[in-house]
């Protein structure tokens, strides 16, 4: 009795551990064209929500994490036979924040088309706001057509009750409003805002530095890459 009481444990917690870091991708059908990748500062907000829904912004938090992961994405990056460009000029960085913040949303509403409801494929990002002058102008100074654009949320409970809510809903699967951890990476045509390809995946541990470089890596690596023009 013991020892099925134990492997019913240890399903129940493999599953927990699976959907966990489930997630969701997109594809635009066209892959991205051989080049140099600029990799875009992460947009980071992981912090604490605490008795009434506020939302406190960790910035500890969010540094810890930031630099792990803008490596791993470079590594990635490399490993698919692809250069990858940092900003070097500190307006440019602003830039890139601000159009970071544009992307985000339209990378989450990619995420939330379900295919399996709908019957249909998610509707192209042409017709979708691009990145605009920005987006062309950062293409043309870094001489990178592909942009790579990650962003990591993480909602943590600060306060008993708060805390209680979230382990109950997640030990059921239950839905707790403001409650999100994931992380999201893209590949975006710089010059016109088209998504080649995006893809979310959700880590309750995501705040984690190693973790959130793991999953950046994978999903970069995974990505839809082409494979470059030979000489």
Do not use: K
Request: aromatic share 6%.
């Amino acid at each position: 009795m013991n020892t099925d009481i134990t492997r019913r444990t240890l399903i129940a917690g493999c599953a927990l551990c699976l959907a966990a870091c489930a997630g969701r991708s997109y594809s635009a059908g066209r892959a991205p064209p051989p080049g140099r990748v600029l990799i875009f500062p992460p947009h980071v907000t992981l912090g604490e929500r605490i008795l009434g829904g506020r939302f406190h912004l960790r910035r500890d938090w969010s540094e810890t994490v930031r630099r792990p992961v803008l490596e791993a994405a470079a590594r990635a990056v490399t490993r698919r036979r692809r250069a990858p460009v940092f900003l070097e000029a500190h307006e440019d960085a602003g830039e890139a924040w601000a159009l970071s913040r544009l992307h985000r949303p339209v990378a989450e509403s990619l995420m939330d088309f379900d295919e399996g409801l709908t019957g249909g494929r998610a509707p192209p990002t042409r017709g979708r706001p691009g990145l605009g002058v920005g987006g062309r102008e950062l293409a043309a100074d870094y001489h990178a057509p592909t942009g790579l654009f990650i962003s990591i949320t993480g909602d943590y409970a600060a306060g008993w009750q708060r805390a209680a809510e979230i382990v109950i809903a997640e030990t059921l699967d239950a839905y707790v409003e403001g409650v999100e951890r994931r992380i999201m990476v893209s590949l975006v045509e710089l010059r016109t805002g088209q998504v080649f390809w995006s893809a979310a995946r959700r880590d309750r541990a995501i705040r984690n530095p190693a973790r959130a470089a793991r999953h950046v890596t994978d999903l970069v690596l995974r990505a839809g890459f082409r494979a470059p023009d030979r000489a």
